[in-house]
């Protein structure tokens, strides 16, 4: 799953860390995510789809770059190898999950991998381990933290263990000859209470790198040593403070690996498991700012589900609720930052325009999803609130059609004419920015002439100058008359050749001078040109943005109708056939969005009342004095699942992976589907931190 460089097996405590990772496994050996990642589905789902279309900041890319001090996920045990079958006790899972994800730890590589190094390492180095070493340690308490990798899947984990026992294990490594063993190697120390403890680096296979320390009665596992690394071969300061953490007895200190995903109880469960938003939100948590965590755990009877609101975090009201149609497949209410969608509109080339979202917008929305021919995953119907107060103040109608305009007109032939204008005024702004600081370095470099050296110079040259003259006039006294006027030919040439050299000598301040002087009245008027065709640039472009708003180019005009009382906006759009957004909204009251045109249709049917809403027509929604944040129907959601799994699926060439697919897959989710839908509220609305999730059938 993660590999590193190979080593050199050294007895010195070498810091050598691997640099580079290798390509990720593929997703069908990826079991052991397979329990956060389906209890979380369909809000990663969520996440995935607001990720593409609100997207504030871009996904690093750089798997290296692991924020040790922040996991996106964190498991708390007190029996690891119980998690499993802990988890099936829950009967949509145990009806979901097959037999295998029980078992999964007798037959999966890396386990194997690592039974097997544990087993030669005691032989050869006569350590008289016992066999099920490696099994009776993953029966103990254990912390399990996992990090995303450049795609958002939980690839990156650690695990530390405690168990009695292990103090022999610590003493029994510290005093094997690493040199003499290819599989282990030193890579740096840490310290824990005072004590020195040896990080060491065990290769599994040529794939495979794993670090383990042991300390006392805990252990250490992180699944490759390139998390560890500075940049500079060495153990990074996060890195060993991570280390530090899981192998100290203190539980507080241990506690701050993960605690912003901590929850008062945490030490009084049997299981544990904690999602941050940055995973489930998949780094886009505008639309959800104020949801920092969902949290699940088993208490020994039974499992609970609680979510982490953040201070400022509205309700859902019962309003957003009964605008939704029904028969979605899964819906989340939630409380949007618009300030920071706001940043990319502020951002835009296109308005003029750009009004402010928080004025205009109530905080509180939706999303939902659907399953049907015409649906996906990335055409989900996003449900908004207008701001009664913003009508007094704003033209609506006008701020919308900016709004949608801003928000589909993203192909290349209905924009071009403005992107070409943008783009010659961000090149003409960017090179008189290049002018202006080609000039601080002209003018430093005009007032960095040596003169001392240059007197110096001047200074050796007039002594040269002068030895060589009373040399040559020696000479001349000395010479016979025949020689004479060869001698002085040739002196004076001489002479001619120094002058020469002392009279360009002299002229360097000035020369030097005037070559910067001329440099800089160039660099001025290149910058006066620059600044006038800055000028002329940006009326270019506001004519196009004007032209564009008013939508001179006919062929992709926006449409504008009006439908049971809501205004109806839509657009063709040439790049597919089959994407046609629209958006439909009433003054003061509700907004549909959607690249889907049939599912604002939909909308406008039920602000009409001639199609049911979901509030109405949900019975786990009908809970006196309590108003949903999660609603889920397991039905449409499993074949939604199916739906979007086939179009994710390679070309019918690839038939056996189809197959499997098939096989595997459908019965799960049949066995999904025969569950009655669901909806989840909060003990209280008003509160912050972790409140308890209630879901109701």
């Known amino acids: 799953m993660l590999t590193t460089m190979n080593h050199d097996n050294t007895s010195d405590n070498s810091s050598d860390l691997p640099q580079p990772l290798l390509p990720k496994r593929p997703w069908y050996q990826r079991r052991r995510l397979i329990l956060p990642l389906l209890i979380a589905a369909p809000v990663i789902a969520a996440g995935l789809w607001f990720g593409n279309v609100f997207s504030t900041s871009s996904i690093s890319g750089q798997d290296a770059l692991v924020e040790l001090s922040s996991p996106d996920a964190w498991i708390h045990s007190q029996n690891l190898s119980q998690l499993p079958r802990d988890l099936l006790t829950v009967p949509l899972i145990k009806d979901v999950l097959t037999e295998d994800f029980l078992y999964f730890y007798d037959t999966d590589e890396d386990w194997l991998s690592l039974k097997g190094s544990i087993r030669r390492i005691s032989f050869e180095h006569e350590l008289n381990w016992q066999?099920?070493?490696?099994?009776?340690?993953?029966?103990?308490?254990?912390?399990?933290?996992?990090?995303?990798?450049?795609?958002?899947?939980?690839?990156?984990?650690?695990?530390?263990?405690?168990?009695?026992?292990?103090?022999?294990?610590?003493?029994?490594?510290?005093?094997?000859?690493?040199n003499a063993d290819k599989q282990l190697s030193q890579i740096g120390s840490v310290k824990v209470d005072g004590d020195e403890v040896p990080v060491l680096q065990m290769k599994l296979s040529p794939r495979r790198n794993m670090v383990l320390a042991v300390h006392g009665e805990r252990l250490a596992l992180v699944s490759d040593a390139a998390m560890l690394n500075d940049g500079r071969g060495k153990l990074s300061d996060a890195a060993g403070q991570l280390l530090e953490k899981m192998l100290d007895d203190d539980v507080d200190e241990r506690q701050k690996i993960a605690k912003d995903l901590l929850s008062p109880n945490e030490e009084k469960v049997a299981q544990s498991i904690a999602l941050s938003q940055r995973f489930f939100a998949q780094g886009y948590g505008a639309l959800m700012p104020h949801v920092r965590g969902l949290r699940f755990y088993y208490d020994g009877s039974a499992w609970h589900s609680q979510v982490h609101l953040a201070e400022g975090t509205s309700a859902p009201n019962i309003q957003i609720w009964q605008h939704i149609p029904s028969n979605a497949a899964w819906c989340v209410s939630t409380t949007i930052d618009w300030s920071q969608v706001q940043k990319n509109l502020d951002a835009a080339d296109t308005l003029n325009e750009k009004p402010d979202l928080s004025k205009v917008f109530n905080p509180t929305g939706a999303a939902c999803w659907y399953e049907g021919e015409s649906n996906s995953v990335t055409k989900p119907l996003l449900i908004g609130q207008l701001n009664e107060a913003s009508d007094k103040n704003t033209d609506i109608a006008k701020t919308m059609s900016d709004l949608f305009n801003w928000t589909v007109s993203t192909n290349k032939t209905y924009l071009a004419d403005v992107r070409k204008a943008a783009n010659a005024l961000r090149k003409a702004t960017n090179q008189l920015s290049a002018l202006k600081s080609e000039q601080k370095k002209l003018e430093k470099e005009a007032d960095a002439f040596n003169r001392k050296s240059w007197e110096?110079?001047?200074?050796?040259?007039?002594?040269?100058?002068?030895?060589?003259?009373?040399?040559?006039?020696?000479?001349?006294?000395?010479?016979?008359?025949?020689?004479?006027?060869?001698?002085?030919?040739?002196?004076?040439?001489?002479?001619?050749?120094?002058?020469?050299?002392?009279?360009?000598?002299?002229?360097?301040?000035?020369?030097?001078?005037?070559?910067?002087?001329?440099?800089?009245?160039?660099?001025?008027?290149?910058?006066?040109?620059?600044?006038?065709?800055?000028?002329?640039?940006?009326?270019?472009?506001?004519?196009?943005?004007?032209?564009?708003?008013?939508?001179?180019?006919?062929?992709?005009?926006?449409?504008?109708?009006?439908?049971?009382?809501?205004?109806?906006?839509?657009?063709?759009?040439?790049?597919?056939?089959?994407?046609?957004?629209?958006?439909?909204?009433?003054?003061?009251?509700?907004?549909?969005?959607?690249?889907?045109?049939?599912?604002?249709?939909?909308?406008?049917?039920?602000?009409?009342?001639?199609?049911?809403?979901?509030?109405?027509?949900?019975?786990?929604?009908?809970?006196?004095?309590?108003?949903?944040?999660?609603?889920?129907?397991?039905?449409?959601?499993?074949?939604?699942?199916?739906?979007?799994?086939?179009?994710?699926?390679?070309?019918?060439?690839?038939?056996?992976?189809?197959?499997?697919?098939?096989?595997?897959?459908?019965?799960?989710?049949?066995?999904?589907?025969?569950?009655?839908?669901?909806?989840?509220?909060?003990?209280?609305?008003?509160?912050?931190?972790?409140?308890?999730?209630?879901?109701?059938?």
């Open 131 to 178: 066999d099920n070493l490696v099994q009776s340690i993953a029966q103990s308490p254990a912390d399990i933290y996992l990090w995303r990798d450049s795609s958002s899947a939980l690839r990156y984990w650690a695990i530390a263990f405690e168990r009695k026992g292990l103090t022999a294990v610590a003493q029994q490594l510290a005093q094997i000859k690493l």
């Open 456 to 697: 110096a110079r001047r200074k050796t040259l007039k002594a040269d100058i002068a030895a060589s003259k009373k040399r040559m006039e020696q000479e001349e006294d000395n010479a016979s008359p025949e020689l004479l006027p060869q001698i002085k030919e040739r002196n004076q040439e001489f002479l001619t050749l120094y002058q020469d050299e002392l009279k360009t000598l002299e002229s360097e301040p000035d020369e030097y001078k005037k070559r910067f002087e001329e440099s800089l009245t160039k660099n001025k008027t290149q910058q006066d040109e620059t600044s006038e065709l800055i000028s002329k640039l940006t009326d270019t472009l506001k004519t196009e943005q004007t032209r564009a708003r008013d939508n001179s180019a006919p062929s992709f005009a926006l449409n504008v109708k009006s439908q049971n009382g809501m205004t109806i906006i839509s657009r063709k759009m040439p790049i597919s056939k089959i994407t046609n957004p629209a958006m439909a909204f009433t003054s003061g009251g509700v907004v549909y969005f959607s690249l889907d045109a049939a599912l604002v249709q939909r909308g406008v049917a039920v602000f009409a009342k001639t199609y049911p809403n979901l509030y109405e027509a949900a019975p786990s929604m009908q809970v006196a004095g309590q108003i949903p944040y999660f609603y889920l129907n397991p039905t449409k959601f499993a074949a939604l699942f199916m739906q979007e799994g086939h179009k994710a699926l390679p070309m019918k060439s690839k038939g056996k992976l189809r197959t499997a697919f098939d096989f595997h897959m459908t019965s799960r989710m049949t066995a999904l589907a025969s569950h009655a839908e669901m909806s989840a509220t909060v003990d209280s609305a008003s509160k912050t931190g972790w409140q308890s999730l209630n879901w109701q059938k």
